[in-house]
């Protein structure tokens, strides 16, 4: 079992930066795939951002890409989001979450919130215009 719990979350203006943390317990972290969703007030969860096991792949939705970037520390059991240049409507509630399922099973990183098993309680981000 893997707990996840997020923060790093706030109120940001427009064009400012956060960094999202997501603290894991359970040995096992240094084997899953992280993934960071988010959110938004009557929208679908939707993808944001995943990084492999090892940190050594990593992939991002197009909405993000090039103004975020996604890492880890397997020593601290910590999976990492810095987001730039942030936007109104990135605002949303940030989920961390977790794939226990190995790369060489799925043979791919995983894109889709059904393919995650665990899930932080999320953080909001909120950015004013």
């Known amino acids: 079992q893997v707990q996840l719990v997020e923060s790093g979350g706030g109120l940001v203006q427009a064009g400012g930066s956060l960094r999202l943390s997501c603290a894991a317990s359970g040995r096992t972290f240094s084997t899953y795939a992280m993934g960071w969703f988010r959110q938004a007030p009557g929208k679908v969860r939707e993808f944001v951002a995943v990084?492999?096991?090892?940190?050594?792949?990593?992939y991002y939705a197009d909405s993000v890409k090039g103004r975020s970037t996604i890492s880890r520390d397997n020593a601290k059991n910590t999976v990492y989001l810095q987001m730039n240049s942030l936007k109104p409507e990135n605002t949303a509630v940030y989920y961390c979450?977790?794939?226990?399922?190995?790369?060489?099973?799925?043979?791919?990183?995983?894109?889709?919130?059904?393919?995650?098993?665990?899930w932080g309680q999320g953080t909001q981000v909120t950015v004013s215009s």
């Open positions: 990084i492999s096991w090892s940190g050594g792949s990593t």
């Open positions: 979450a977790a794939d226990a399922t190995s790369y060489s099973s799925r043979g791919r990183l995983p894109l889709e919130f059904y393919e995650y098993d665990y």
